[in-house]
T-cell receptor, first 116, second 110 residues
């Protein structure tokens, strides 16, 4: 799986957009970018994933650069409840089949603190 | 749907004791996995299963056993607990690459 690099911590004011970057320069053509977050003591929560097109759902938007070497998770209107550790993960999608499609390797992530 | 249910939420063991962490899911997901999380660290994969009767090792399998006799259940067994196994354990099931996690078991080995 491709390695990812994220800043260890970021701050954001409540109500503003939070833009969390992730570098994955060794990503291969069939690898997806997944984002999860973990609020203190809870199990990680799936946010969004994408291959090469930008994606949006009710939680966030995912912007992937054209060369796919980096991506940005955008929380459009951050709230205090968005304070969490955000993990960017790269790996083959479920369509890849085999026995490893569900294996996700979690790094250190980015600690996002949303301030009032 | 209850999702992924883990029991117990908290457990204290003495060194050398054995125990089983329970994990059950009601979403009919084929893929299930166990992770451990140590303070200040990300999650590390212990074991995973792609369906009933099929299991495989993750990054840190030593000291743990798993079995998958049904789609719903994926228990994690500690054979002889050691202080190094003090951690928070998360079970997850997966659908199309999306992991759904349980609320975790906080285990302390004295």
């Amino acid at each position: 799986d491709a390695k990812t690099t994220q800043p260890p911590s970021m701050d954001c004011a409540e109500g503003r957009a939070a833009n969390l970057p992730c570098n994955h320069s060794t990503i291969s053509g069939n690898e997806y970018v997944y984002w999860y977050r973990q609020i203190h003591s809870q199990g990680p929560q799936y946010i969004i994933h994408g291959l090469k097109n930008n994606e949006t759902n009710e939680m966030a938007s995912l912007i992937i650069t054209e060369d796919r070497k980096s991506s940005t998770l955008i929380l459009p209107h951050a709230t205090l409840r968005d304070t969490a550790v955000y993990y960017c993960i790269v790996r083959g999608g479920w369509e890849a089949g085999g026995t490893s499609y569900g294996k996700l390797t979690f790094g250190q992530g980015t600690i996002l603190t949303v301030h009032p | 749907n209850a999702g992924v249910t883990q029991t117990p939420k908290f457990q204290v063991l003495k060194t050398g004791q054995s125990m089983t962490l329970q994990c059950a899911q009601d979403m009919n997901h084929e893929y299930m996995s166990w992770y451990r999380q140590d303070p200040g660290m990300g999650l590390r994969l212990i074991h995973y299963s792609v369906g009933a009767g099929i299991t495989d090792q993750g990054e840190v399998p030593n000291g743990y056993n798993v079995s998958r006799s049904t789609t719903e259940d994926f228990p994690l067994r500690l054979l002889s607990a050691a202080p190094s196994q003090t951690s928070v354990y998360f079970c997850a099931s997966s659908l199309r690459g999306k992991l759904f996690f349980g609320s975790g078991t906080q285990l302390s080995v004295l």
